[in-house]
């Protein structure tokens, strides 16, 4: 089954202790991103990576890092998270530029 | 810059009612325009889509037409069902230089149907 793997689905921590959430997909698409939703806020880009090691800034990359080592792999890494970071997060693959395969989410709390 | 505003929902609808959420654009060039759905608990599906200008996205009933004079691109359905509960959110695809389109959603909008 074609899909992308987000884990951990739930994750509460606590301020300054580093996470890595997990991204994976199985359809072999270049095109990788992560987002943040919030409440009337939409979903905004955090971080996109058009294939391996190629990887940019999204609108609010503050506070993130990425990495792109494998084609099927995308993990947002966050060293420092701080309350501000507490949301719902999206990784999503592309088999071209525009239409977008959404996993099923992650939701942080920072504490 | 490029950015997408949809109508604040929620929206509170009796089975089988009509359905509009209204979404409008502002964008450089003609990007193309998305409704993507998300139910409770799930990520984000694409619905529909629509490439260029007067082409009419459909899907499971849904429709919308991209206008470019009016810059919208508003979802329609005739009869929604209970099922059709979840969040809508429109977007647009925007070019970021390298080949690279990237996703702009505007806010979304809840929709609850009730029996």
């Known amino acids: 089954e074609a899909q992308v793997t987000q884990n951990p689905r739930y994750l509460i921590t606590v301020t300054g202790k580093k996470l890595t959430v997990t991204c994976s997909q199985n359809?072999?698409?270049?095109?990788m991103s992560w987002y943040r939703q919030d409440p009337g806020l939409g979903l905004r880009q955090i971080y996109y990576?058009?294939?391996?090691?190629?990887?940019d800034k999204g609108d609010v990359p503050e506070g993130y890092k990425v990495s792109r080592k494998e084609k099927r792999n995308f993990p947002l890494i966050l060293e420092s998270p701080s309350p501000n970071q507490t949301s719902l997060y999206f990784c999503a693959s592309s088999p071209d530029t525009e239409e977008a395969f959404f996993g099923q989410g992650t939701r942080l709390t920072v504490v | 810059g490029n950015s997408v505003t949809q109508m604040e929902g929620p929206v509170t609808l009796s089975e089988e009612a009509f359905l509009t959420i209204n979404c409008t654009y502002t964008?450089?060039?003609?990007?193309?325009l998305f409704w993507y759905v998300q139910y409770p608990g799930e990520g984000l599906q694409l619905l529909l889509k629509?490439?260029?200008?007067?082409d009419k996205g459909s899907n499971k009933g849904f429709e919308a037409t991209y206008r470019k004079e009016t810059t919208s691109f508003h979802l329609e359905k005739g009869s929604v069902q209970v099922s059709d509960s979840a969040v809508y959110f429109c977007a647009l695809s925007s070019a970021v230089g390298g080949g690279y389109n990237k996703l702009i959603f505007g806010a979304g909008t809840r929709l609850a149907v009730h029996p």
């Open positions: 629509a490439t260029k200008a007067d």
């Open positions: 359809m072999n698409h270049e095109y």
């Open positions: 964008a450089t060039g003609y990007p193309s």
């Open positions: 990576s058009m294939n391996v090691e190629v990887t």
